[in-house]
Nanobody
Framework: QVQLVESGGGLVQAGGSLKLSCAAS????????MGWFRQAPGKAREYVAH???????NYADSVKGRFTISRDNAKRTVYLEMNSLKPDDTAVYYC?????????????????WGQGTQVTVSS
């Protein structure tokens, strides 16, 4: 079992930055593949980025070059650093985890989810 708790969301002006954190409980965190998703009001949950246990990464085109995913296995934490934020980035951001994943861009690819943290970008 893995429990995930996100933090770091908030209100920021366009062009600003935020760094989200996702703290995980449970053993073997370093073996889990981690992802970030987001969901805006009235829209489906969408993939943002993932980081596999062996450091493979990928990003949605909409955030590539602006967002960076990283992890600290000693702290059992995955991060999402968000720069050059835009009003379109406004959403609830969710952290997700899976062990032994093979695909990472769909919500169904993950087994464990956090409760989400709100990010609001004002224009």
């Amino acid at each position: 079992q893995v429990q995930l708790v996100e933090s770091g969301g908030g209100l920021v002006q366009a062009g600003g930055s935020l760094k989200l954190s996702c703290a995980a409980s449970g053993r073997f965190f370093s073996s889990y593949d981690m992802g970030w998703f987001r969901q805006a009001p009235g829209k489906a949950r969408e993939y943002v980025a993932h980081l596999t246990w062996n450091a493979g990464t990928n990003y949605a085109d909409s955030v590539k070059g602006r967002f960076t995913i990283s992890r600290d296995n000693a702290k059992r934490t995955v991060y999402l650093e968000m720069n050059s934020l835009k009003p379109d980035d406004t959403a609830v951001y969710y952290c997700a985890a899976v062990y032994g994943g093979t695909q990472y861009t769909r919500a169904d690819d993950y087994r464990y989810w956090g409760q989400g943290t709100q990010v609001t970008v004002s224009s």
